[in-house]
Nanobody, 127 residues
Framework: QVQLVQSGGGSVQAGESMRLSCAASVGSIYSTYCLAWFRQNPGKEREGVGSIDSNGATTYVESVKGRFTISKDNATNTLYLQMSSLKPEDTGTYYC????????????????????WGQGTQVTVSS
């Protein structure tokens, strides 16, 4: 059973940076699975932020391009989300996700395509 354990998060001011981490309990999945970050606010759909495929290719939604960077360390099975120039609209609960079967990126960045999820971590950006 794959478990994803997230760390990081908290409260920052607009313009500041923050890094989230997501560690997997099972080795090697980060070198083969599609990995992604999502975020959600109360009463809203969980939306994809970006993804990274087995080869390390990344995609991002337009609202975070140039500010967020997804990376992974296959040796330690850790996924990262580096967020810079944070805005109040980036506030939300962030989730890491993984799946061995889905295609990665673009139209495949949907909640229904991912079978494994982290526990979520709150990010609050104040103006």
């Amino acid at each position: 059973q794959v478990q994803l354990v997230q760390s990081g998060g908290g409260s920052v001011q607009a313009g500041e940076s923050m890094r989230l981490s997501c560690a997997a309990s099972v080795g090697s999945i980060y070198s083969t699975y599609c990995l992604a970050w999502f975020r959600q606010n109360p009463g809203k759909e969980r939306e994809g932020v970006g993804s990274i495929d087995s080869n390390g290719a990344t995609t991002y939604v337009e609202s975070v391009k140039g500010r967020f960077t997804i990376s992974k360390d296959n040796a330690t099975n850790t996924l990262y989300l580096q967020m810079s120039s944070l805005k109040p609209e980036d506030t939300g609960t962030y989730y890491c996700a993984a799946d061995p079967w889905t295609k990665c990126g673009g139209p495949y960045l949907r909640r229904a395509n991912f079978g494994y999820w982290g526990q979520g971590t709150q990010v609050t950006v104040s103006s």
